[in-house]
């Protein structure tokens, strides 16, 4: 095995000529540090436990958002926030730091915070897999990063310790997120720097606040026999998607090593998995290990491959999946398979990532197809209805390797064949998901041709072969430039894999191990001897890095710098790349010591190495030798001019946060005020999410709502903070946090480009020529003239116009290159949604490997540049109800507008008998643009009810009858006297032109005879969804619009109608005839009411009088009895007479009291 370096050179003098060399080429790095210090960020992850704590980092493990932070807020009187509104945190902080190359850290951030440096940090989310929870968008925060003083004892004045912190926000559907950090321009020159803060759903907190592992358990002792003289193995992940990274290949070890950095830092876990070794008679295998072969990771969930048995096992991610979805163990699918091998799907599509697992034994010649949504896991055995051996017509055949190509839902698989008489050949063969339909689109030559000293050869079937056989290991494919490689002990591509090209550089005496893709025009080769061998797409030469004399160069040049990243014994572990460099993975022994270290492959450096050492010549001057060398690059000098501000071809959204003003005189913050800082970019960033609403705001901005009751009191809050009187020492200024419409370009092509129906990206390229110099040898020439070539991926969906201007007086020529869509590839899709990938790729003739750009950073290569082109409808664009034209345009046709009883101020009524005019707005998310829609639609209400609790979901049959003008069951819920129609004549088009909606609601539509509940007249809540499938050819996107509408003032059926005016009208006659009786009867009620109260009275009377009579007697008979018997005659002879004159009286009355 050998290793990833050559061996340490020798203590000797280098020979002369690589002495010149190396002085050669050193100026370029003086240049860059000339006047300037070796300074690098730092950044790391705190808690709010661990602000300020000297040495403190964290792992990215807890989503969920804090409380805590709303008691902070509940202190700011008297501050443009909304006291009603709970503010919420994120879990961490970015404690960021730099350091310079032989310098104390603490006194160089001291002292940048004293000359006013400030860290500049930009937080960029990563779209999310699924599209159908999550909303696709590219995301970012900028936010200036806050001075903090450590928690550290200290006995200067003012401070000793120090850092800057930025929040660390959490967006809901992003497990990946890419920090870059930068300087505000003051203080001493930093590059920037990339981090990767990735969320870790693998770890668990557990009692006392300490990490574990759920996929195992962590082991601390990173022993050699894991990593000297073990081959080296490839690093397979989706792209831009797995915020972990995990990489198996340890001998006789169930552990993998895990990262969710890139492999800044990592972790040895020995999984916690069975390790039993599933066997039967159709197994063929004869060995146990307890080596982990192959290794995925995806968004949220690991596949490993132990033996022949398959594991998965799906993290923590609330964020993702709005649940706790984690296996909580090791979950082994396919128990009954025999699996060879596991296949890695790249790229995401259509809401989920993939998967292949590769069988041998029973179901030889079949692929069982995975997929992953939402951390569930599925298995398909493909193809369905026979095997691939079957469906070429061959008896034995084995899959060696599978290729998922998204974009045409088809499988590429690399067939081994094997016929009776054992002679072997290789086949590529396409399986159509859709169809289930299998065909052999190349078979690969047996031998490998013989280029006779070309650097490529076309293989047609004619051409001469040697005696060295082919043989298959696996296959490449690239997405945006339909590439596909094939490789093994050779290296053939294609761009429609039918057609190859034999790559004759790469010696057939080798074997390729595996590729690594950087999707962007890069590929590195590392061979079964671990040689690493560089391949620039596009042209034709293989480069050979490692090992190389260039190698040794920059090995011997990193020695005399006692760089940590090299020692006398390595052994590569990995080989990959980020951010379109490529990376090593090595691990390294020194002094007896052994550690794994990440550094980067020096391309450029080391083809400039190869070229200047190739191409010489020493010549004699008098006396001495001179040496000279030839430049091959044709131009000395690329820029790219005009270029047209990103934001509306990348659809980068940008938000910018500041840091709130604090009344402290050094400047530096405290809890609180970092506190406060949480839940400004939580509610910022809230305030987005919560934007994309049907009904528009008068202002196109999300930050709108938050301070459009405050602006009118900005002066006063600005008075209170500039008199230091701002409640908590804290002072919000509304105008720091926003939204970011106008970034420019800065020079350089964007990482991609979205193009819209018919849209174009234009710019131009200015190339200096290099000087007529003669070439030694017999291809004497002169090199003057520069050619520009653009190569399109998909030159059937997109078309580039070169246009040539030469500037003589200056020796260069400006190229105007304009990318166009041909409006014809690709269908109508939602925003951000099934997105045709293609790329551009911009080629100066001659420059490939040839050319390159000192920067402070190092060499860059030139003269090759590839974008990749997103065609279909971009995201961040959306059809919004312009809810505020709508009412002023019905109020001027309708002369009238009249708002329900109950007043909402999102949702304003519409009155029934009025005709309704809707009109729509296409908002972009990322420019800040805001017009009137002006194509066609349909509009179909496809819900409703008289309460917005009671609104319900129609059925397709449904809403065919209440929005179809063809229904004949009297269900139409509305309908226009506009006569456009779709196609089928099965519902009205409509536009911004359009006559206005008229309300039917007829007999047999939901709304029809809705009962009020109230006095006011009857309501109804419509759903509606407006939509431009195939109505509207003048864009890609499909705008879906779904949004509530208020209808109020609905008629009652003539029947309801009828009997409430029957009821009424009895009831009004009942009423009348009432008052009627009432006025000739009222006398003679009224007589015999006073009768009746007369007798109520004289019997009162009469009562009380027996009784005061009956009480005088009782006191009377205690006195004495004697003429008890003659008084009692008296008193009742009293009684009587008293009566008798009542009565005459009475009938007196009645006598003398007149008739009225």
């Not at 590529?428 to 299998?438: A, C, I, K, Q």
């Not at 020695?559 to 006398?568: I, N």
């Amino acid at each position: 095995m050998s290793p990833a370096g050559p061996a340490w050179p020798r203590l000797r003098v280098l020979q002369t000529l690589w002495a010149l060399l190396v002085v050669l080429l050193a100026p370029w790095r003086l240049w860059a540090i000339k006047n300037t210090q070796e300074c690098t960020w730092q950044v790391v992850l705190n808690n709010f436990e661990t602000v300020g704590k000297k040495d403190a980092s964290d792992r990215f493990v807890d989503q969920e958002p804090l409380y805590t932070v709303d008691k902070v807020f509940s202190q700011l009187v008297d501050a443009p926030i909304d006291p009603d509104e709970t503010y919420l945190g994120f879990p961490y902080y970015l404690k960021i730091n730099y350091s310079c190359k032989g310098e104390s850290s603490e006194a160089l951030v001291r002292k940048g915070h004293l000359t006013g440096l400030k860290p500049v940090v930009l937080v960029t989310f990563q779209s999310p897999v699924n599209f159908h929870r999550w909303k696709i968008e590219q995301l970012q925060i900028q936010m200036e990063a806050a001075p903090f003083r450590s928690r550290e004892r200290c006995n200067a004045e003012e401070v000793c310790l120090m850092s800057w912190y930025t929040p660390m926000p959490i967006k809901n559907g992003s497990v990946v997120m890419r920090v870059d950090v930068s300087s505000n321009g003051l203080g001493p020159f930093i590059p920037n720097k990339r981090f990767q803060v990735n969320i870790n759903g693998f770890l668990e907190r557990q009692r006392g606040n300490t990490l574990q592992f759920t996929v195992g358990n962590e082991l601390f002792n990173l022993i050699p026999r894991y990593f000297v003289n073990v081959p080296s193995r490839p690093l397979w992940y989706t792209v831009d998607q797995a915020p972990v990274f995990i990489l198996g290949g340890i001998p006789e070890e169930k552990a993998i090593l895990l990262t969710d950095t890139n492999f800044k830092d990592f972790f040895l876990v020995e999984l916690s998995i069975d390790s039993c070794w599933v066997g039967s008679f159709y197994c063929p295998q004869t060995s146990f290990t307890a080596t982990i072969y192959d290794a995925i990771a995806t968004e949220s969930t690991l596949f490993i491959r132990q033996n022949q048995l398959i594991y998965y096992f799906t993290g923590t991610y609330t964020t993702l999946h709005e649940s706790n979805r984690g296996s909580g163990r090791w979950v082994r699918v396919l128990a009954n398979e025999c699996i060879k091998k596991l296949c890695p799907v790249h790229f995401h599509s259509n809401g989920s990532e993939y998967v292949m697992a590769l069988t041998t034994g029973k179901h030889e010649g079949y692929v069982h197809f995975g997929t992953i949504t939402d951390g569930r896991v599925s298995f398909e055995l493909l193809p369905r209805q026979r095997s691939v051996c079957n469906g070429i017509l061959v008896v034995n055949c084995s899959i060696t390797w599978a290729v998922f190509i998204a974009g045409d839902y088809n499988l590429l698989l690399l067939v081994e064949i094997e016929d009776p008489s054992t002679r072997k050949y290789f086949q590529v063969v396409s399986y159509d998901l859709v169809s289930d339909y299998l065909v052999v689109l190349y078979t690969i030559p047996e031998f490998i041709p013989d280029a006779r000293g070309l650097e490529f050869l076309m293989v047609l079937g004619t051409e001469s072969y040697t005696n060295f056989p082919m043989v298959p290991k696996g296959m490449s494919y690239n997405p945006y430039n339909n590439l596909l490689f094939i490789w093994g002990n050779f290296l053939l591509q294609s761009y429609n894999s039918k057609n190859f090209i034999y790559l004759a550089d790469f010696p057939k005496e080798l074997s390729i191990k595996y590729l690594v893709n950087s999707f962007y025009g890069d590929t590195a080769i590392v061979t079964e001897t671990e040689e690493i061998w560089y391949l620039l797409e596009g042209s034709y030469q293989v480069y050979k890095l490692f090992p190389s004399k260039g190698w040794e160069v920059h090995v011997s040049l990193q020695v005399m710098q006692q760089s940590s990243l090299y020692a006398p014994n390595e052994t590569m572990v990995t080989l990959f790349y980020e951010d379109h460099r490529l990376y090593q993975l090595v691990y390294l022994i020194d002094n007896q010591q052994g550690r794994l270290v990440k550094r980067l492959v020096p391309v450029e450096q080391l083809l400039m190495y190869q070229q200047i050492s190739n191409d010489y010549l020493l010549e004699r001057q008098g006396s001495h030798l001179t040496l000279s060398f030839t430049n091959f690059c044709p131009f000395t000098v690329m820029r790219l001019r005009d270029l047209p501000n990103p934001q509306i071809y990348t659809r980068q959204e940008r938000y910018r946060a500041q840091p709130p003003r604090v009344l402290e005189p050094g400047g530096f913050h405290s809890d609180n005020s970092l506190a406060v800082y949480q839940g400004l970019v939580y509610y910022l960033l809230w305030l987005h999410s919560k934007y994309d609403k049907p009904y528009a705001d008068p202002v196109h901005d999300p930050t709108w709502r938050w301070w459009k009751n405050k602006k009118q009191d900005q002066d006063y809050y600005f008075y209170l903070a500039s008199n230091w009187r701002s409640a908590g020492s804290v002072h919000v200024d509304m105008a720091s946090y926003e939204k970011i419409y106008d970034l420019k370009a800065e020079n350089e092509l964007p990482e991609r480009i979205f193009l819209d129906k018919g849209t174009s990206y234009r710019f131009s390229v200015f190339l200096t020529a290099r000087e007529p110099e003669p070439l030694h040898g017999p291809s004497f020439q002169l090199q003057s003239k520069v050619g520009l070539a653009v190569v399109l991926a998909d030159p059937e969906c997109i078309e580039a116009v070169v246009k040539e201007k030469v500037l003589v007086n200056r020796n260069s020529v400006l190229f105007w290159v304009t990318l166009s869509d041909k409006r014809f590839c690709f269908d109508q899709g939602i925003s951000g949604h099934h997105l045709m990938k293609t790329s551009m790729l911009l080629k100066v003739v001659g420059s490939s490997g040839h050319c390159f750009q000192n920067t402070n950073q190092g060499p860059r290569m030139q003269g090759n540049l590839m974008v990749p082109v997103l065609i279909g409808c971009p995201p961040g664009k959306r059809l919004a109800f312009d809810i505020t034209y709508t009412l002023e345009y019905n109020r001027l046709q309708n002369k009238h507008y009249f708002d329900c009883v109950h007043v909402d101020p999102e949702m304003p009524c519409f009155l029934f008998r009025d005709i309704f005019y809707p009109f729509f707005l296409i908002q972009d998310l990322v420019t800040g643009d805001s017009g009137s829609f002006q194509g066609s639609y349909v509009l179909k209400v496809v819900g409703g009810g008289p309460t917005l609790d009671t609104i319900k979901e129609y059925s397709e049959e449904d809403i065919y009858r209440f929005n179809s003008p063809l229904d004949k069951t009297g269900s139409l819920i509305w309908t226009t006297r506009n006569t456009t129609t779709t196609e089928d004549s099965a519902f009205n088009i409509l536009s911004h032109n359009s006559l206005g909606i008229e309300w039917l609601c007829m007999e047999n539509s939901p709304c029809h005879d809705t009962i009020p509940h109230s006095i006011f007249a009857s309501e109804f809540f419509f759903k509606v969804l407006v939509s431009n499938r195939g109505v509207d050819k003048s864009t890609y996107c499909d705008y879906q619009l779904t949004f509530q509408l208020h209808i109020h003032g609905l008629p009652l059926s003539a029947r309801r109608a009828f009997l409430i005016l029957m009821v009424s009208a009895s009831l009004f006659v009942g009423l009348v005839i009432l008052y009627v009786i009432s006025c000739l009867l009222s006398p003679y009620v009224v007589k015999v009411c006073n009768v009746l109260c007369w007798k109520i009275n004289n019997i009162i009377a009469w009562e009380s009088y027996i009784y005061s009579i009956a009480s005088d007697t009782g006191a009377f008979s205690n006195t004495s009895g004697i003429k008890s018997g003659e008084s009692s005659g008296g008193i009742s002879r009293v009684v009587s007479k008293v009566a008798g004159e009542n009565r005459t009286d009475t009938k007196e009355t009645l006598r003398k009291k007149p008739i009225s």
